[in-house]
């Protein structure tokens, strides 16, 4: 239902994937990149978990009417 990611350890990757939960995150070299896709393909089962939970964090924080919400309480704020 979905690909899992892979990310480096960088400002603003971090935010977005949780390490095991929603992707897998690895030290920002060729090493750790190889190391961290031969994880994903020798176990299915984490592939198909990370994907899961990925979509179920994206489905419950950026639906439409989430970020509308979001972005509505902001407008408020600034213009209050």
Known sequence: ???PCLGVEAP???KAINHKKT???V???LAA???GLREL???PELRSDLSNEARKYVEDNF???ECFSREYRIAE???A
């Open 23 to 25: 992707g897998v995150l």
């Open 33 to 35: 990149i190889a190391n």
């Open 27 to 29: 030290k920002p070299s």
């Open 77 to 79: 704020q600034l213009l």
């Open 12 to 14: 603003g990757i971090t």
């Open 1 to 3: 239902s979905g690909t």
């Open 41 to 43: 393909f020798d176990n």
């Open 63 to 65: 639906s439409f009417d």
